[in-house]
């Protein structure tokens, strides 16, 4: 790929700004296919995809039984207009493929603009924009155009082309394991359905993609990471109803969606409210120095629905800038490369891998020496002339000493002191250089909620 | 009664604005009679509660020891008066039941102003209202009047005439059993031991007389009914005595006073804080579009302080609109029958009607279909062209289908969406049809306190 | 000491003003004397404290391991000054202890301006001001002025003597324990450490000495209460190696340091964040007029770093003014006599008084008629003319009896109702008196969070 890696401890600017360019290009690249949840143009994606990480793709026949849905037939387009009497193309497919409606079935024949108006979609309070409109689940065909394009058409007899084949064919679905030192395993998610949208499925698949091949250049991972370029809903109901066995290895998860405008984050809780990843994502953007909002978990939004439907109830959040529905161009023709910007796609790569570096880093410890301070001074840990405040990094050495008592995560330390994970992290590595922490051998059983309140309970004999 | 029914799916203006004219109308009959703890004024204000619900009166005799109370002498008044020199009657029990001092005993005799004024309560804050005064457990005499009548009352001996009888009766109690489906009871409860005193007592009693009929008309009632007409403390107190067996039916409750001045809706929690009662008092009031206040439990008010004494632990919180003693009219002639208007006892009509209709609708559910989200659009329940924001009624749908996972109620599941409890309710009535939900066997065992974190600990193998 | 009692029951103004003069004039009189972590200062200091208690002193030898550390050598200054050419004495300990970097080892020579610079602390932002510095774990020697004074300094020759020693001699501690009925104790420690600082450890020496001598006074205490006059840091891990065993005693604990200033109180909850010394001290602080912040736990400050270590863990919070690093004047000349004034330490002795107060009062009991209200009107504890609303004192019964379900202590009571804590115990005084409450014989079971919520999982059948 390149030959920078946006690394764990935060990434330069430059960096990043270089890093927002590639993705920014990468989407201008894909930009231009007819993406559906089948078809030619999600393979010619997944193969752009694959020459960047090393994806590996699966053909799921249509009419296979996953969960309560079935894989649905494959849906191709070869061209689709609407001409007028002169046989000019009024409505071209070949223009913007968002003029088509998406699993639109085949259809030739002509008709009187009356008529037609019943297949014709627009936005009248956005005259200028073309909706974007799909009927996946009931057979029928459309158009979508501008309001004010269809406010100058002249009546008359137009000439309607549906060249699509819809047939049973496969869904096809992205998938890279890159692997760790454990099993367990961190979800990253992302929905290549949509057709010209560039905030909207692009920006997710270009984040998705840059964060695989970041995490592929470490050699130490300690998390296994699986990643999914996946159609919407079915995508994901097929890959949980053929994988059901690998959900148990998804220890924290997100989905990616809507991260290259330049809207403040929004991270979108899992269904479980206080997972690590949950803890992690709103740590991370707290001392992140960006704008942002943190959501509660609802049934609606991206795959994170069915990965936290009540049966699986994986932990995974949603990391977006402004999320669907809430930004105007959300589902139109103005949903486009300008929409995105490097600089956000570069801010949204940044933060995604600090939520990841949290979690490879997040660990829980013993203080070897529980029974008072120990002596820092001695060990060239404390400042040897006293009567000064002390420095930061001296305060993350005594939080961490004083909340490593096997009930305390790292992630719980930094968020009752305050401190940002790095900068405990930090001082947990120094403490045991020193030999001052040791590993906790029970740090499974930990509660979720570490509060110092919780050793009232477990650290009293 | 009538002929309109006070319905379950929320009634329109027009029905509430009737029922409000009726109640108004019953306070107004029963506003002249003299009420105390006992005697002959509850047992004809009970007799006119029954003739509009079926109601049972039970006579408690005088001495009968109750819990550490005794029950009391019963008490009537024949005449009560002071005249002046000139044989005026200057106070007059005839003019108004409240210038006599509740249980004063029998006298008659003549006497000084100086000596007389001992005996005589006023207001000077509120120099024209004559104050509501008692004296039940003491054994003495005295009348109530407005400081502006005393203050023109001239020097010289005054005749005072207390024909009272305070001897061996009874203490009576009016209740209602309406039962339903099941044996578990929902309490109501109000107070009848106020004279003429319109929001203080007689709103109640009118609110719950309206209640019970609206109710008697369902055929469908899951709950049994329980309404108390009781004098207050010592009623409670003498039917907690007689049927202590009986509370361990009682799974909700209520007392209901003052509700019918134009003051917000106050609802106070029972003493257990998080009962389903007070969760769904909170819920409706919430969505009424009302102003109103929740205020906490406190050991003083209403009869809530019996049901709530640590022996019983009922879960009965109390509604009002401005509650007890926070209103300038509280205990003087000036709560009368201006004080309370047919519009607001309407609304508390209907508001108490909620309540019940969302206990009556609270249940808790399995999703038969829990991986993934099932495929609403084959079955009719989603929208067939996709693109568009979903309706308040397919997140409904989305909502309970996720949460309904056995430990959320659909209480909890109102409370989490944000939505209001009746499309909630519906939206479960459309998933049972489809066989997207069953009935939860383990219902009973639920905590109340439903967040979705709960599932964490339960949820997870 | 004094003829007075600073009592338990609220003292008058002029009781505490009357203490905060004396206590004001006590730390004058230990102002000059030169503390440090060891030496004769120390001794001298916890001398004058045993002439107004019965101090225990203890000497720990030089070299004594404690915990993670080692008993210091004793340091001792015989003189310590700069001579400038003229042989003026530039510099001079004699003039201030603080001039002299506590530990300091024996140096004598002549050296230039420039080398002797690197010496020298100044406070340049303070030019007026000596800060104060040690150099307890590193041997080296420095003098620190206010930076005018360096201004002027000329270049040429100096000669400097720091004449003390640093030779094995001993640490030492003063402690004091005032037995109590039980053998459950409330720790009280600060600090003595400090030279000529005044609010930083003379306060909370003053504020200790005063509470101790008022609780001796006490014969009816129910917890024992151990002083504790000790060096910072190194103190009290040497007191907690060589008593581990009795810290199994401490139930509650407290520093006491910068208690003279007239900032507004600040308690810093102890590491457990819920004890009943952090509830008691928030209650108190918030019924007492005075403006205050209630602090969590941070592991830096006085001795709480090492008594709520996690492997001691004790419920120890710090009571302070403003608190240390957070006024201007700390760990600088100006932390003078000037800086406490005899009314703040008056306040500070009555908060502390009113904490243990609450402590000593704390007790959960069982209504002995917990079904409906008990008749209080028959005992004397009721209004026998019913209508008007109730006095502060009635309502504290009400409460008292329904919380006390064997699940509530008084501290709860208190709490919930909202009610002063004193108010809450006299009303169980009053209870108990009637036979309406009962000792709980289960008391040490009751979880330390006692909301009414409690009894729902544990207070019903």
Redesign the interface.
Known sequence: MNDHVVGREGSTPRVLERAGSEMHQFIQDLFPICRSITGNGNRETLRRIGQRIPLEVHEVPSGTPV???TVPKEWNVRDAYIKDGSGRRVVDFQASNLHL??YSVPFSGTMPLAELRHHLFTLPEQPDWT????????E?W?FCLADRELGILEDGTYEVCVDTSLHDGHLTLGEYLLEGQIEDEVLISCHICHPSLANDNLSGIAVATWLADSLARRADRRFSYRFLFIPG?IG??TW??LN?EKTKRIKHGLTVACVGDIGSFTYKKS?????EIDRAAIQVLHHSGFDHKVV?????GYDE??Y??????LPVGCISRTPH?KYREY?TSADNLDLVTPKALGESLSVSLSIIDLLEGNATYA?T???????L??RGLYP???????EVEQ?AL??V?????THHSLLDIAE??GLDFPLVRQAADRLLQHGLLEACPTEEKLS?DG???A??DQ??P
Chains 1, 2, 3 share one sequence.
Do not use: M
């Open positions: 969960l309560d849905w409606v998406s909706p974007y409109r799909t009927s996946y689940y009931e029928s459309g809903t994901s109901i949980l109803a059901e269904r479980r409210g206080d997972a509660d978990f609802s049934p609606y629905r069915q936290c439907s009540p049966g699986f109830n529905g589902h203080n020496n529980p029974k008072g301070e120990p002596q001074g001695r040897s002339v006293g009567g000064k405040d002390l305060f005594l939080w000493l004083n909340l490593s008592d009752i002191s979720a509060r110092i309140q050793d009232i650290g009293r």
